[in-house]
């Protein structure tokens, strides 16, 4: 190399040197830094700060995820809540009652108890309320099938998640927060697909398919259901149950839109419950297929968007498609069933509120019907206009960041219901 090409390679490194070191002269702790050493006082004599130190953070694992998994014991996790989060534990809740059901069933068939002695273990695991016809109706007993369900869907959550998509997630090579996303979309997908092609197929048996909105109303009340419908039904209700009481309890991480999903799934049991009371079930799947399929491409849009930001905007493009038909299309239709078609139910059946006698219908019950549907087209359409916020970035923009979640690092200070019981 030349002297001269040296000379100038020497003159380019101090112009940087000097420009780097104009920079930090900005910032006023560099700026006291440089009297500090300008000054009499020498670096030895610098005292340090009273009080505690800050403890150092401890650089993350590819395991860190799996500490807020594991089981402190089963009667500790049982007084914690943590056997949400434990598969092993949630496994055991769940399989205490098929044991006592088939441990009553052994003491039928041995003579211990008389064969026609009732088996309370039955309204645990199987839909009750059958009738002579073979069809179902609500009964009281449906709690009972609500709370083992509401276990079964904490087991398999948490399973699915951990012993599936989390080594999916490290096989594509996802890293860090990311992860933790990725398991959540992740099952999302997994969940909707299953109950969203359950409630396509549910809707196919009844008079109300593709949409068919007069049925909601005509031959009301809809007291039997099918096996199908009725067990489709509660199981619905067992999952956002379940998810309600993660999301109460912030085990997932809060998204910047945390209060509109609590508001979500609160209109969600309130339209679940209230839809099953007063028999309006049929337009309750409607409702449930709307909101279950676009849940499907929402959350794989996000799941690709994970592993390769280059190839998501396709999948998402896809899903607003979905999302406008699902969400708005179909979800305004069915309100505009409620205002227009409600007057198709007999007379006699919604012109007295008398829940002693099993009536519910009067004038007023159309509100309060179109009341819950239409506030989850009101949260609806505040996504929708983050999803297209989303999108327009996505194609000017490259940029397809979710407008509703959190930055990825985990602000200092913040803890979840899944840290604080990886503390105890």
């Given at each position: 190399?030349?002297?001269s090409?040296?000379?100038?390679?020497?003159?380019?490194?101090?112009?940087?040197?000097?420009?780097?070191?104009?920079a930090?002269?900005?910032?006023?702790?560099?700026?006291?830094?440089?009297?500090?050493?300008?000054?009499?006082?020498?670096?030895?004599?610098?005292?340090?700060?009273?009080?505690?130190?800050?403890?150092?953070k401890?650089?993350?694992?590819?395991?860190?995820?799996?500490?807020?998994?594991?089981?402190?014991?089963?009667?500790?996790?049982?007084?914690?809540?943590?056997?949400?989060?434990?598969?092993?534990s949630?496994?055991i809740l769940?399989?205490?009652?098929?044991?006592?059901?088939?441990?009553?069933?052994?003491?039928v068939?041995?003579?211990?108890?008389?064969?026609?002695?009732?088996?309370?273990?039955?309204?645990?695991?199987w839909?009750?309320?059958?009738?002579?016809?073979?069809?179902?109706?609500?009964s009281?007993?449906?709690?009972?099938?609500?709370a083992?369900?509401?276990?079964?869907?904490?087991?398999?959550?948490?399973?699915?998640?951990?012993?599936?998509?989390?080594?999916m997630?490290?096989?594509?090579?996802i890293?860090?927060?990311?992860?933790?996303?990725?398991?959540?979309?992740g099952?999302?997908v997994?969940?909707?697909?299953?109950?969203?092609?359950?409630?396509?197929?549910v809707?196919?048996?009844?008079?109300?398919?593709?949409?068919?909105?007069?049925?909601?109303?005509?031959?009301?009340?809809?007291k039997?259901?099918?096996?199908?419908l009725?067990?489709?039904?509660?199981m619905?209700a067992?999952?956002?149950?379940q998810?309600?009481?993660l999301?109460?309890?912030?085990?997932?991480?809060?998204?910047?839109?945390?209060?509109?999903?609590?508001?979500?799934?609160?209109?969600?049991?309130w339209?679940?419950?209230?839809?099953y009371?007063i028999?309006?079930?049929?337009?309750?799947?409607s409702?449930?297929?709307?909101?279950?399929?676009?849940?499907i491409?929402?959350?794989?849009?996000?799941?690709?968007?994970?592993?390769?930001?280059?190839?998501?905007?396709?999948?998402f493009?896809?899903?607003?498609?979905?999302?406008?038909?699902?969400?708005?299309?179909?979800?305004?239709?069915?309100?505009?069933?409620?205002?227009?078609?409600?007057?198709?139910?007999?007379?006699?059946?919604?012109?007295?509120?008398?829940?002693?006698?099993?009536?519910w219908?009067?004038?007023?019950?159309?509100?309060?019907?179109?009341?819950?549907?239409f506030l989850?087209?009101?949260?609806?359409?505040?996504?929708?206009?983050?999803?297209?916020?989303?999108?327009?970035?996505?194609?000017?923009?490259?940029?397809?960041?979710?407008?509703?979640?959190?930055?990825?690092?985990?602000?200092?200070?913040?803890?979840?219901?899944?840290?604080?019981?990886?503390?105890?």
């Amino acid at each position: 190399m030349s002297s001269s090409s040296t000379q100038a390679q020497r003159k380019a490194n101090r112009r940087r040197s000097s420009s780097v070191t104009n920079a930090l002269k900005q910032i006023p702790l560099n700026q006291q830094q440089e009297q500090s050493y300008g000054s009499e006082t020498s670096i030895s004599e610098v005292k340090p700060l009273s009080g505690k130190p800050r403890p150092k953070k401890r650089k993350s694992s590819k395991d860190d995820l799996l500490e807020n998994y594991v089981s402190k014991g089963f009667w500790d996790d049982l007084k914690t809540g943590r056997w949400m989060l434990v598969p092993s534990s949630a496994f055991i809740l769940m399989i205490v009652a098929p044991i006592l059901y088939w441990n009553h069933k052994l003491l039928v068939q041995y003579g211990l108890l008389k064969p026609d002695t009732p088996n309370p273990f039955t309204y645990l695991l199987w839909v009750s309320g059958e009738q002579p016809n073979g069809t179902y109706t609500k009964s009281i007993y449906d709690f009972a099938f609500l709370a083992q369900h509401v276990i079964f869907w904490s087991f398999v959550r948490q399973f699915v998640t951990l012993h599936i998509l989390r080594p999916m997630a490290i096989a594509l090579g996802i890293k860090g927060n990311k992860i933790m996303r990725f398991l959540e979309q992740g099952y999302a997908v997994f969940y909707f697909t299953v109950l969203g092609t359950l409630g396509i197929f549910v809707m196919r048996g009844l008079p109300t398919w593709w949409y068919k909105t007069e049925y909601f109303w005509i031959d009301y009340p809809h007291k039997q259901m099918t096996w199908e419908l009725k067990t489709y039904y509660l199981m619905q209700a067992a999952y956002w149950i379940q998810q309600t009481i993660l999301l109460a309890a912030k085990i997932e991480k809060p998204r910047k839109d945390f209060r509109e999903l609590v508001a979500h799934h609160i209109v969600t049991l309130w339209l679940i419950g209230w839809s099953y009371n007063i028999y309006l079930t049929y337009i309750g799947v409607s409702v449930f297929v709307t909101m279950d399929v676009s849940d499907i491409f929402l959350a794989l849009a996000k799941c690709v968007n994970y592993v390769s930001e280059w190839a998501s905007p396709p999948f998402f493009a896809f899903f607003v498609g979905v999302w406008t038909y699902f969400r708005h299309y179909l979800n305004i239709w069915i309100l505009w069933s409620v205002y227009t078609q409600y007057q198709l139910i007999p007379e006699k059946e919604r012109s007295r509120f008398a829940p002693q006698e099993d009536k519910w219908l009067d004038w007023w019950m159309k509100w309060q019907v179109f009341v819950p549907i239409f506030l989850l087209q009101l949260i609806n359409l505040f996504w929708y206009f983050l999803i297209w916020r989303i999108l327009i970035k996505a194609v000017f923009y490259n940029d397809l960041h979710d407008d509703r979640s959190d930055d990825e690092d985990e602000p200092e200070g913040t803890q979840t219901t899944g840290d604080k019981l990886k503390a105890q």
